[in-house]
C-alpha cells in the first residue's frame, strides 16, 4: 500500500549545527505534508507544514522542503539546541489534511 | 484551553478483560481520531469521526470500537483486550476546513499481559 517513510532512524548533531531530517513518500496523490515533534512520554507537537504546491516553506528556524520530482520531504533545523532532541515525524495527507500518514520516525540527538 | 485531553494515563489489563479510554477536547473541534503508537514505530489510524454520530475505520480498527455521542468526547472501547493491544493511545482533533492542524493528546499507556 501507499507509505511514508524516512531514510536515518537515528540522527546524531553538535549543538549550534544545523539538522536535516529526511523523510520519502510514495502517494503522489498526498497534497499535505506535515512534520511532528514527539519529546519522551509526550504526545506529537506540529512543527511545520506544506502543502504540494509549494516547495518551500520556513518557519522559525524551521524550514520545511518538498521535492514532488522525487516524492522527498526534508526538515531542516538550524542551531540546533538540545531542546530540539525528540522523534520527529513527516505524514502525508490528502483531502485537505483531513486523514493523515504517519512514518517511522526519526530520533535526532544533539550533543552538547 | 485544556486542548485535548486522554484518561487514564496508564492502564495494566489482564487478557480477556475490557476498558474504555477516555478523550476529550474543550477546541469545539469536528474531527477527532485515534491512533495507536507501538515501540519505535509510528502512529496508525485505528477510528475517527468527523462530527458527533459520526465514526469511521482507520487503518488498524479490528478488536475496537467507538462512539461520538458529543463533540467533545470521542471514547474508545477495548472489548477483549489481547497482548497485541499492548501500545501507547494518542487521541487527535482538528477543526473542520482545509489543511487544519491536529492537536493531540498526551497519550494512555496500555499494556496487556
Known amino acids: 500500500g501507499e507509505s511514508v517513510g524516512l531514510h536515518l532512524p537515528t540522527l546524531s548533531v553538535q549543538e549550534g549545527d544545523n539538522s536535516i531530517i529526511n523523510c520519502a513518500y510514495s502517494?503522489?496523490?498526498?497534497?499535505?505534508f506535515i512534520w511532528y515533534k514527539q519529546e519522551s512520554g509526550k504526545g506529537p507537537q506540529f512543527i511545520i507544514d506544506?502543502?504540494?504546491?509549494?516547495d518551500k516553506r520556513q518557519g522559525q528556524r524551521v524550514t520545511v522542503l518538498l521535492n514532488k520530482t522525487v516524492k522527498h520531504l526534508s526538515l531542516q533545523i538550524a542551531a540546533t539546541q538540545p531542546g530540539d532532541s525528540a522523534v520527529y515525524f513527516c505524514?502525508?495527507?490528502?483531502?485537505?489534511?483531513?486523514?493523515?500518514?504517519f512514518g517511522g520516525g526519526t530520533r535526532l540527538m544533539v550533543k552538547p | 484551553n485544556a486542548g485535548v485531553t486522554q484518561t487514564p494515563k496508564f492502564r495494566i489489563l489482564k487478557i480477556g478483560q475490557s476498558m474504555t479510554l477516555q478523550c476529550t477536547q474543550d477546541?469545539?473541534?469536528?474531527?477527532m481520531y485515534w491512533y495507536r503508537q507501538d515501540p519505535g514505530m509510528g502512529l496508525k489510524l485505528i477510528y475517527y469521526?468527523?462530527?458527533?454520530?459520526?465514526?469511521d475505520k482507520g487503518e488498524v480498527p479490528n478488536g475496537y470500537n467507538v462512539s461520538r455521542s458529543t463533540t467533545e468526547d470521542f471514547p474508545l472501547r477495548l472489548e477483549l483486550a489481547a497482548p497485541s493491544q499492548t501500545s501507547v493511545y494518542f487521541c487527535?482533533?482538528?477543526?473542520?476546513?482545509?489543511?487544519?492542524?491536529?492537536?493531540f493528546g498526551p497519550g494512555t499507556r496500555l499494556t496487556v499481559l
Open positions: 487527535a482533533s482538528r477543526a473542520q476546513g482545509w489543511y487544519n492542524e491536529q492537536f
Open positions: 502517494n503522489s496523490a498526498s497534497d499535505y
Open positions: 506544506i502543502r504540494s504546491n509549494m
Open positions: 505524514a502525508e495527507g490528502n483531502n485537505a489534511g483531513n486523514m493523515l500518514t
Open positions: 477546541m469545539n473541534h469536528n474531527y
Open positions: 469521526s468527523v462530527g458527533a454520530g459520526i465514526t
